[in-house]
Every structure is written in structure tokens, then in C-alpha cells.
């Protein structure tokens, strides 16, 4: 989970119902404000939600809050529910400042993620222990299959792929894999929270491309 932005719907558009979220405009405004990717996982599914970051349940307001509305897939989606009620928002406050994520890639292991709580805020307690579940699984069986699919098809990956960019980077530094690793840690990259870890976690590359993490 990364910072993000709420960008405003134009004049004249109006969220009153279910319907209203598939109008193109506000549609494409919310996925574009999620970098077109699950706000909660980074994946960039098929098949993406419009979901509610506060459940709204107890409130039917919040159901067509432009500010409550975010994209998700539906392993994530399906996973939050109702039940997480105090996440954190990552468009009034900076998650990574809160959880780091990180996976070891090791092929011995069973690479479950790292999901480590930076501050005892109550929100991001709450992120945080939803993220295990969605890393990691131990809902249902489904939800083992979901989560496994989840690191080993995309996550596991991804983040092999980067660490391939920076030894390529540190034994070529002129071939331009600079710039492969600008665009993996850019806020728009499928989990980048991870990827901005691992540049953090290094003290040369997080001096490189400081400007690029704050």
C-alpha cells in the first residue's frame, strides 16, 4: 500500500447510485487515481472492485462518497469486507510510513511477506494485520489458493525482476537500468512499497534515488 491521490469528479457528475460508479469518467478517474492497480495489495488484476474504505454499512452516505471509494481487486476486496473498519487511508496519510513490506525470494523458502508495523497507530494496526491476510492467507482454503497465486504468479515475480534491475545496475551502471529501477519504485509500479523498501534498505541506492522515495 502506497500514498495515492483523490483527484475531484468534474461539475456536474454525481455518484447516487451503484450505476454511477461505471460511468467512464468516474470510473477512470478513481482507477487513475489508484495507478490502475488494488490500493491494498498494488496488484494489477483483471478484474478490479470499486470498494469502500470505510464499510458502509452503518452509514449509507459513505456508499457514494467520492472520498470513501477506492480500487480493489477481489481477492482484496472479498478479504476486507466489512470486517476492517479503520484502515488507513493512503490518501490522508503515507503508509509506508507505518507498514514496510518485504518477501524473501529464496527458492527453499515458502516466501510468506514480511508485513512490519512502524507505529502503533490504530489504523495502521488494523492495515497491517489485513495485509498478513491478504499476503499470507489463513481465512479459508480459498483464500490459501488466492494468496499463494497472489505471491507466487505476481508478487514473487515482480520483486525477483527488480533485484535482477539493481545487480544489473550495480555491474552496468551506464546501460541504463537506472532507469528501470526510477520506473519500479515510482508509486505507480505494482507493489512498489515493496520495491521502495529494498532501495530504502540499501544505503547507496537510497542516497541515488532519494528523490524518488519521499
Known sequence: MVQLSKTPL????????????RKDVVFKTLAADCYNKCYICEDKPSTINV????????????????????????HCNNTKLAKYDNILDP???DPEEHIALSID???????????ELLTTDS??????????????GGLTELKEIECSNLRNEHLLPN?????????NYSEEPDLGYDIMIKKEISRSSAFAAFKRKI?????????IFADLLN
Open 199 to 207: 532501495v530504502r534498505d540499501d544505503p547507496k541506492l537510497s542516497l
Open 91 to 93: 490518501t490522508k496519510s
Open 105 to 115: 525470494i529464496s527458492d527453499d523458502l515458502i516466501n510468506c511477506v514480511s508485513v
Open 159 to 167: 520483486i525477483r525482476l527488480f533485484y535482477q534491475y539493481i545487480k
Open 10 to 21: 468534474p461539475p456536474g457528475i454525481t455518484i447516487t447510485s451503484a450505476d454511477d460508479y
Open 51 to 74: 470498494e469502500h474504505i470505510i464499510p458502509h454499512r452503518k452509514d449509507p452516505k459513505l456508499k457514494y462518497d467520492w472520498n470513501n471509494l477506492f480500487i480493489a481487486c477481489g
Open 123 to 136: 489504523a495502521a494496526i488494523q492495515t497491517s494485520e489485513l495485509l498478513k491476510f491478504v499476503y499470507n
